[in-house]
């Protein structure tokens, strides 16, 4: 069945630093992709996504480019912040499916 | 317009007592979705209902466990005759009708079995 692999945590990470989570997927045919976060208390935000291959996702300077090839969908930021302290998912949804499957998440932490 | 609800957040039942999660999803959204997360885990897809219909339950566990989402009110997962394996984070999504829509999550229920 579909699965998705993602870096193991936790990250810990000084403020301005560069930021890559791994993730790696297996799936059938030409799953959506995604990046949800998840900040203490709350519940899973989407932080990205693309649908087909080479399409790179972006927002609030976090990156990810869907590379078929590797199978992969790594997650990039360039500075990070304190508030960028969370734990973050990799998850797809395969082919019109209305369900996630999901990467184990990687907890990010941001020092000052 | 309110994100989607759970409640409760925290729940404690012992052994063989039921527990029941609600879920209201938001305004306009008729699709929910339900996810278990265990310790260390990432999230497990259990189930998926539209209004009156269960379209998906592949996730579900055979036995125990149900879910409904009815014509008014909200969406509730039901754990009869509780374990300690079923001490989880559950969590609720919502998304409106159409093609890949987004799902928008909830807090989650915290449900620790003693």
């Known amino acids: 069945g579909d699965s998705v692999t993602q870096m193991e945590g936790p990250v810990t990470l000084s403020e301005e630093a560069f930021l890559t989570i791994n993730c790696t997927y297996t799936?059938?045919?030409?799953?959506?992709l995604f990046w949800y976060v998840q900040y203490p208390g709350e519940g899973l935000q989407l932080l990205l996504k693309?649908?087909?291959?080479?399409d790179k996702g972006s927002n609030k300077g976090f990156e990810a480019t869907y590379r078929k090839e590797t199978t992969s969908f790594h997650l990039e930021k360039g500075s990070v912040q304190v508030s960028d302290s969370a734990v973050y998912f990799c998850?797809?949804?395969?082919?019109?499916?209305?369900?996630?499957?999901f990467g184990k998440g990687t907890k990010l932490t941001v020092n000052p | 317009n309110a994100g989607v609800m759970q409640n409760p957040r925290h729940l404690v039942r012992r052994r063989g007592q039921e527990a029941r999660l609600r879920c209201s999803p938001m305004?306009?959204?008729?699709?929910v979705y339900w996810y278990r997360q265990l310790p260390e885990e990432g999230l497990k897809f259990m189930v998926y209902?539209?209004?009156?219909?269960?379209?998906?339950e592949s996730g579900m566990p055979k036995e125990r466990f149900s879910a409904e989402f009815p014509k008014e009110g909200p969406s509730i997962l039901r754990i009869q005759q509780v374990v300690r394996g079923d001490s989880a984070a559950y969590f609720c999504?919502?998304?409106?009708?159409?093609?890949?829509?987004?799902?928008?999550f909830g807090q989650g229920t915290r449900l620790t079995v003693v």
């Open positions: 693309a649908t087909k291959a080479d």
């Open positions: 209902l539209q209004k009156e219909n269960i379209i998906d």
């Open positions: 998850a797809l949804s395969e082919g019109g499916s209305e369900k996630l499957v």
């Open positions: 305004k306009g959204h008729s699709h």
């Open positions: 999504a919502s998304s409106p009708p159409g093609p890949q829509p987004e799902a928008f």
């Open positions: 799936a059938t045919g030409y799953p959506s």
